[in-house]
């Protein structure tokens, strides 16, 4: 008796659990968010954290002056802070051992951070004629970066190996019968050496071949291919697969190469209209997601594009998300539920901002909130005016006036006081702005905003009904 009893416990146990896995997977989070703005800002990467939330980095140009910023961001894409880390653009970050990250700049700073983005050391810049595209963890403990390295007018593909440390190891330039070239990106392939990705020229007259390089531990070639029927397409992201074959994204196109560089299949996706696809990532079911840029009525309204594929090439869906200007994904990774996070730019406004969306397992994510602003002209109060529509469903604007350049909170709270959503917390210039809060993810009900900047604080209530 005592041992059905027993068994019945751990029967109802079971299903418990099971049917909370099922419901935490049913709740996707998704959303669109902006950052920056009053600079010419972009994004370029992001890795997620042990917490559900991310690091993001990009640019922040202020004139001619690069600046690497980082984003801690949560799971609903909040800005919980941000942080300068280099005067250099970022080009990427990964994630290392015991919770640390490393963020490799194009102009060769590197800098390893901790959770809280404390800079454990920096390195570099190593040169001022080297350009670094990305940068990949090695298996004794080091880092393997790839760009290119510039002679005057000519370009070399560049491999460059660096200690735990930051300190320099070896470096290697690929010349032999190349005119001219370089490399994007890099992976570790099963059998624990490099392959490399790239475009090279073998003269002045033959022009940008995709090539893709194996190398090993020390730099050597192990073997590189060519390909001339990919002249002209720009080569951007590699991905080695579970296979020992690697999957290739550029400009117009997407591929896959065996374990020695063979070309298996090659798809052209549209050139009637400008598709540029500037990474890959691999999915847990097998098949692959791209993302970049789409113009699909020929006017240069580019939109940021995700693409699924099986593990054919073949397309099983397809999505755009922008605000209606030049917009594009530059990297794309598949988050722990399944969904999938982009990172790029929003061009409006002749500005740049860091655009990211979170979108679930079928590229759906909820509709984006965007910093607009409505006028350069310097108002003469601070102002929080009431959202419209209200009450709504599931959407509102939201406008507000600032009369000096400083930081702006906008925070949506619940009856509770709980803060659910946080619109803006960043420098703006003085004007006219407006931010569409979406409630699709919550309950009906009275919320409260709050907009703080200096002194000035103000709060207003709005009603969601659906």
């Known amino acids: 008796m005592r041992r059905r009893y027993f068994i019945k416990i751990i029967f109802s146990f079971v299903v418990y659990c099971s049917l909370l896995t099922a ?35 990009g640019r922040d140009r202020i004139g001619q002056i690069e600046k690497g910023l980082l984003l801690r961001l949560n799971e609903y894409g909040d800005t919980l802070w941000t942080k300068y880390t280099m005067d250099d653009q970022p080009a990427k970050i990964i994630e290392t051992t015991n919770n640390s990250y490393v963020i490799v700049g194009l102009w060769t700073h590197i800098v390893k951070i901790d959770l809280n983005g404390n800079i454990l050391w920096t390195s570099g810049p190593y040169d001022f004629d080297k350009y670094f595209n990305t940068i990949k963890s090695t298996s004794d403990g080091g880092y393997i970066i790839c760009g290119r390295i510039d002679f005057g007018a000519i370009s070399y593909p560049y491999l460059f190996k660096i200690s735990g440390t930051g300190d320099s190891l070896w470096e290697k330039i690929y010349t032999d019968s190349i005119f001219d070239g370089a490399f994007y990106d890099i992976d570790i392939t099963l059998d624990n050496k490099f392959i490399l990705i790239g475009n090279v020229s073998d003269s002045a007259y033959i022009t940008n071949k995709l090539t893709i390089m194996k190398i090993d531990q020390t730099g050597n070639l192990v073997w590189s291919k060519r390909y001339d029927l990919l002249r002209y397409y720009e080569t951007r992201s590699i991905k080695s697969t579970n296979e020992s074959s690697f999957i290739v994204a550029g400009s117009f196109f997407y591929c896959k190469f065996s374990g020695t560089g063979d070309l298996n299949w090659l798809k052209i996706y549209d050139t009637t209209n400008y598709v540029g696809f500037r990474s890959v990532s691999l999915t847990n079911d097998e098949g692959y997601v791209f993302t970049g840029a789409r113009d699909t009525i020929g006017n240069f309204t580019d939109y940021a594009f995700l693409l699924k594929t099986d593990t054919s090439g073949n397309e099983l869906w397809h999505k755009l998300y922008g605000f209606h200007d030049s917009d594009r994904g530059n990297e794309v990774n598949q988050s722990s539920d399944s969904g999938y996070v982009i990172i790029g730019r929003r061009d409006g406004f002749q500005m740049g901002e860091i655009y990211i969306i979170k979108t679930d397992k079928n590229g759906f994510a909820n509709p984006p909130i965007a910093i607009i602003p409505i006028s350069n002209s310097i108002p003469e109060n601070y102002q929080l005016s009431q ?8 959407s509102t604007n939201i406008r507000f006036d600032i009369t000096e350049s400083r930081i702006v909170k906008l925070v949506v709270y619940d009856i509770l006081g709980k803060e659910i959503s946080t619109l803006v917390n960043e420098k703006l210039n003085p004007g006219s702005y407006e931010v569409k809060f979406d409630g699709t993810n919550f309950a009906s009900g009275m919320y409260f905003y709050s907009l703080e900047s200096g002194s000035f604080r103000e709060t207003k209530k709005m009603v969601l009904i659906k």
């Open 23 to 57: 419901n935490s997977y049913s709740q996707w989070i998704t959303w669109q968010k902006t950052y920056g703005g009053s600079h010419i800002n972009e994004g370029f990467s992001m890795v997620q954290l042990p917490d559900g939330g991310y690091f993001a980095v």
């Open 387 to 394: 959202n419209y529509p209200n009450p709504f469903n599931p």
